[in-house]
């Protein structure tokens, strides 16, 4: 185990030791070159400026000094990121880590109550559909959930906008939040809090909604292949026999050894979080972090982009090496190590 720890640990940080050196290269690769283009934009709008002071905020805009050696130039650049500093934002005329600061909580709260309502529906459902295998209702189930697995949850998205938002007024089409919500979480306030939460669950229940409806159809199909291949189990057998309902049987039983190899698809799914929410935070106008890199992209707001890719990338890493050592612990029939089971 502690062999495989080393191991899992080394490739994490290789990986996000590329995933730096991409993103210091999209600086020399983009067309166009950045930092061209931030000199440009600032001649453009501060004719005035010296050549000194344009270099001096091209250098913090980018989190990089092009006049220095390539050497210097990335160790700078990597020692800023383990500092948190991931430059300037054009768009927002903001430090880029406030930017993705103030929208990841967003993010992370709309798409992880989607992803656990996703997971705990399907699963529920697959478990029933495997118990109850080849009848018309496993049927019916499996048809309607491969349907929905291969609709794209962007157009489940414009059409809950459009039918809900839009025509009948049910829910509102942009933001996170009422303007007169005060964004608090204080046990001392509890009235406040709730109004607030309230608020918040408001105004992401139709991205939440368009995740959950076109998420659940694969959770449960794939629920279904594994609950059918633990139904021929003997305990199942002795649980009949014990005189035990069937929903008993299928949730408790089914469900509780069937779920194990759900979890890393779980854990997958949280790490991609991240870079999933860019077209329905665009379509449903959610201020997340995906909404604030899409806009980097159209506005070519480079240190933005550059600090959006390496925020999304190491969070699919750290949910890989999360579920690589967990996954052990969680069913020891799996062998994480030289060990075997």
């Known amino acids: 185990m502690y062999e495989y720890f080393i191991k899992r640990t080394g490739q994490a940080f290789f990986t996000a030791f590329v995933v730096v050196t991409l993103s210091f290269a ?12 931030l000199r440009g934009q600032l001649i453009r709008n501060n004719p005035d400026l010296s050549q000194q002071e344009i270099n001096r905020r091209v250098v913090n805009y980018i989190n990089i000094d ?12 990597v020692t800023g990121i383990l500092h948190g500093d991931l ?25 992880s109550t989607a992803i656990l309502l996703m997971f705990v ?16 209702f496993d049927m019916g189930a499996t048809g309607i959930g491969i349907l929905l697995n291969s609709t794209p949850n962007y157009v489940t998205a414009l059409l809950f906008l459009y039918v809900f938002g839009f025509t009948l007024g049910w829910f509102p089409t942009s ?29 992401a229940s139709l991205l939440i909604a368009a995740v959950v409806i076109t998420g659940f159809g694969g959770v449960a199909l794939a629920m279904r292949g594994n ?8 305990y199942l057998r002795v649980a009949r ?23 890393t698809g779980l854990l997958l799914a949280f790490g991609g979080i991240i870079g999933g929410s860019a077209i329905l935070e665009q379509v449903f106008t959610y201020p997340g972090l995906g909404y604030y890199i899409v806009t980097a992209v159209e506005t070519r707001d480079y240190p933005l982009m550059m600090g959006g890719f390496v925020l999304i990338t190491l969070a699919i890493v750290a949910g890989t090496f999360i579920a690589d050592l967990t ?9 994480t190590g030289g060990d075997s089971s």
Do not use: C
């Open 26 to 37: 999209l600086v020399r690769l983009m067309p166009g070159n950045p930092a061209d283009q």
């Open 66 to 77: 092009l006049t220095k050696p390539l050497h210097e130039q990335y160790l700078s650049y």
């Open 87 to 111: 430059g300037q934002s054009i768009s927002q005329n903001a430090p880029v880590s406030e930017v993705l600061g103030e929208a990841l909580p967003w993010t992370v709260f709309a798409f």
């Open 121 to 136: 529906a399907g699963i529920a459902l697959g478990s029933l559909m495997a118990y109850w295998e080849g009848s018309r």
């Open 175 to 203: 933001g996170h939040i009422s303007s007169d919500i005060i964004p608090i979480v204080d046990p001392m306030l509890p009235v406040a809090t709730f109004q607030f939460v309230a608020d918040a669950f408001y105004h």
């Open 227 to 234: 609950s059918i291949q633990v139904l021929g189990e003997d």
């Open 241 to 263: 026999l014990r005189g035990l309902s069937d929903s008993r049987i299928a949730l408790r039983y089914v469900a509780r050894n069937a779920i194990l190899p759900m979890y």
């Open 327 to 335: 996954y052990g612990i969680v069913d020891p029939r799996v062998s």
